[in-house]
């Protein structure tokens, strides 16, 4: 039985292919997206962008939030990839991935 003009069988779409490279890397991207979300995650980047490194206790000052606050920030922005650490005795000092911030560049227009 042929379909009248105009109408298409269910589940066909007029649209072109997709090109499935878009989808690559999607979820990655996300993730880093979803660590920098907040004004506080965002702060801390933003300091570290300024500034070579700082040590957690820093961040304190600047971002004006309590130390258990600022550490759960930093948890979340390290296990994203986006901050590295080294342990100096007692404190730990922070600096930004750059590379990872390159990767999510590619994701804005």
Known sequence: MDEPDGLRKRGTCCAPDCDERVYQGLDEAAQL???LAGETRLAIV??????EEMCACEFVACCRVA?????????VLREAGLVRTERRGQWIY????RER????????P
Do not use: D
Not at 67 to 75: A, D, M, N, R
């Open 101 to 108: 911030l390159v990767e999510l560049s590619r994701w804005l």
């Open 46 to 51: 933003r300091q570290l962008l300024e500034r």
């Open 33 to 35: 997206f979803k660590a």
């Open 94 to 97: 922070y600096r930004l991935a």
């Open 67 to 75: 130390q258990p606050t600022v550490s759960h920030h930093l948890k």
